[in-house]
C-alpha cells in the first residue's frame, strides 16, 4: 500500500496519532496547506495550487519544494488537484491532514463527499485535523481502535439501512436511519468499536483529543 498525506488548508494539530497515521507517507501540499509542513516536521515532494494563499515567511526548505501550478479560475480546488497528484504518483491510500475547520465551510464538506467517492472506489480514506478524523463507511463490517471514552458519531449522507454499532455506549442493532436523523449523533466507545452497514452513504465521526 502507498500512502500519501494531502497537506490541506483547514485547521491541524499535531497529535500523536496524526504522527503515526503519516509515518513513512509520502506528503503532497495543496496551497495554503504546506503552513502545517513545519509544526509536523515534514518537507512535502510536491505543493499544488494556485498559490493565492501562501504563508508568509516560509522556511527556505518548503520554498524549494517542486510546484505544480494552476490558474485562479479552475474547476477543481487545490486539494482535489492535490489528490489527482497523489494518484498519478500511485496512492493507493490517503490522509487528507487538515479537512476540518478552516475559513471555508464549503471546501470541508467537499472534502468529506470526496472521501466518500474515494472510498466507494476502494480508496482507504481518513480525514484529520489531528484531534477530530472521518473515515468514510463502506457497505460491511469495520473495526476502529479508538480508546473507550471517545466520543464519535455516524453521519449520514443517504438513508441507512442495516446500520449496527458494537462497543459503543448506545449500541444499535439492523436499523434503518432515515436521512437527517440525529439518531447517531453523540455515542461513546466502550470496549472496541465495530461498524456494519448494510446500505447507503456514512461518515464515521470520532474525537480522539476531545479537550482539543
Not at 83 to 86: G, I, M, Q, R, S
Given at each position: 500500500m502507498?500512502?500519501?498525506t494531502i497537506l490541506l488548508g483547514g485547521e491541524l494539530k499535531r497529535t500523536s496519532r496524526l504522527a503515526r497515521q503519516i509515518a513513512d507517507s509520502r506528503i503532497i501540499a495543496a496551497d495554503a496547506g504546506i503552513g502545517h509542513a513545519t509544526a509536523?516536521?515534514?518537507v512535502p515532494e510536491l505543493w499544488v495550487g494556485d498559490f493565492d494563499s501562501v504563508p508568509v515567511d516560509l522556511p527556505d526548505a518548503l520554498e524549494a519544494v517542486p510546484r505544480m501550478t494552476f490558474p485562479a479560475e479552475k474547476d477543481k480546488t487545490d486539494g482535489e488537484l492535490a489528490?489527482?497528484?497523489?494518484f498519478a504518483r500511485g496512492a493507493t491510500a490517503l490522509v487528507l491532514a487538515g479537512a476540518f475547520g478552516g475559513p471555508r465551510a464549503d471546501h470541508a464538506f467537499l472534502h468529506m463527499v470526496l472521501a466518500m467517492r474515494l472510498a466507494e472506489a476502494g480508496i482507504d480514506v481518513t480525514l484529520t485535523s489531528g484531534t477530530q478524523e472521518?473515515?468514510?463507511l463502506r457497505s460491511g463490517r469495520a473495526r476502529f481502535d479508538y480508546e473507550d471514552g471517545t466520543l464519535f458519531s455516524v453521519l449520514g449522507f443517504s438513508d441507512?439501512?442495516?446500520l449496527s454499532?458494537?462497543?459503543a455506549k448506545w449500541p444499535l442493532d439492523n436499523v434503518e436511519v432515515p436521512f437527517g436523523s440525529s439518531l447517531?449523533?453523540?455515542?461513546e466507545?466502550?470496549?472496541g468499536l465495530e461498524v456494519a452497514l448494510g446500505g447507503g452513504r456514512a461518515m464515521l465521526l470520532a474525537h480522539p483529543y476531545p479537550e482539543g
Open positions: 502507498s500512502t500519501f509536523l516536521g515534514v489528490v489527482e497528484a497523489a472521518g473515515v468514510p441507512l439501512t442495516g454499532l458494537a462497543g447517531t449523533i453523540s455515542n466507545v466502550r470496549g
